[in-house]
C-alpha cells in the first residue's frame, strides 16, 4: 500500500464522484467521494434531506440518525494535510511494516512485486518470521527533505513492529550539502523511531545505493562513488548515535558493474533481481531484532 500526500481541494474540482445513496425510513443519506484516493477512506461531504418522516416515525428515526451520525464520523474525512496509516493492523496477516524512502524503496522500474519491502516481508516470512505487505511511503526523486515534509503530517494509529529507511541519493545527486542531510536524517531517524512505537532496535537504515555503477552512472562513476561513500559514512555515524541497526549494501549495488542483470531497463535504476540481492543482505540481521 502506498501513501503520498493528498491535497485539500474544493469539492467541484475533485472530478467524478461516486455517489452512495443509504434510506433509512424517509430520509436519505447521500455520501459523496472522489474515487481513486489512494485507498483512503470516504469523505462526507453533504447531507441531504429529501423528505419528511411521519410523525409516529420520528423518534425511531432519531435513533437511526445518531447511529448513522456515529458511523459516518468513523469514515469522515481527515484533517487538511493529515494522513493516517496502519488503521486497522488487525487485518493485516502478520508483524506490520513501514518502508521509508525515495525511488529505490517505490521500486522505480520495476514491478510491485520486485520492490525491495515487498520481497523483503515475502523473504521473511518465508524464513519463519510473518511479515504483513509493507505500508510503503516512498517516490521517485524525494531528498531527505521531501521525505521529512511528507511523513510529519502522518500519523500511524498503532505502531509498525518494523520500519525501515533508505534516504539520501537525491541529495548526492542535486548536490546538497552533508550537514544538512546529516540534519534531516537525524530527524527521520526520530521519526521513524516514533512510528516504531519508539522502538530504536525495531528501525533499521540500508546504505545508499551506488548509482555511479550503472549505464547512467559511467561519465561521473569515480566521484559518484565518493559522494555516496561520504552520505552513507554520515548515515552510518547517525544510526550509530540511536542505536540504529545500519545494513551497508552499497558493495552489493556494485555489482551492477560486471551484472547488467541487475540493471533496470531505464539504465539508471536497479532491477527486482538486484533488490533481492539487497533483501538478502539484510534479512538475518534484522531477523535478530525480534
Known sequence: MIFIERKS??????????????????????????????HQKPCIYRKELVAEAPARNR???????VLLIFISSCIACMKDGEKVINSSPETK??????????????GQS?????????????????????LAEPDIIAKTGWTTANLLSNVSSVNAEKPYDLV?????????YQGLGLEQYRSEF???????????????????VLSIPDWGSTPAGSSGRELIGKEIDQYNE???????????LFIDITPTSKKALTDISLVATDGLHYSGKMHQLWVNDAI??????F
Not at 59 to 65: F, G, N, Q, T, V
Open 186 to 204: 537525524a530527524r527521520l531517524l526520530q521519526k521513524s523511531i516514533s512510528f516504531a512505537g519508539g522502538k530504536s532496535n525495531r528501525v533499521f
Open 164 to 172: 525501515s529507511l533508505l534516504i539520501g541519493v537525491n541529495n548526492q
Open 59 to 65: 423518534k425511531s428515526m432519531k435513533i437511526h440518525l
Open 9 to 38: 481541494l474544493p469539492l467541484k474540482k475533485h472530478g467524478p464522484l461516486k455517489r452512495l445513496s443509504r434510506r433509512i425510513s424517509n430520509i436519505e443519506e447521500v455520501l459523496s467521494y472522489p474515487i481513486n484516493l489512494n
Open 234 to 244: 554520515v548515515a552510518r555515524e547517525e544510526c550509530a548515535k540511536e542505536k540504529i
Open 110 to 130: 520495476v514491478s510491485e512485486a520486485e520492490r525491495w519491502p515487498v520481497l523483503f516481508s515475502k523473504t521473511m516470512s518465508e524464513s519463519g518470521l510473518k
Open 284 to 289: 538475518s540481521a534484522v531477523k535478530k531484532l
Open 93 to 106: 496477516n502478520g508483524l506490520t511494516y513501514l518502508a521509508l524512502g525515495d525511488s529505490y524503496t517505490i
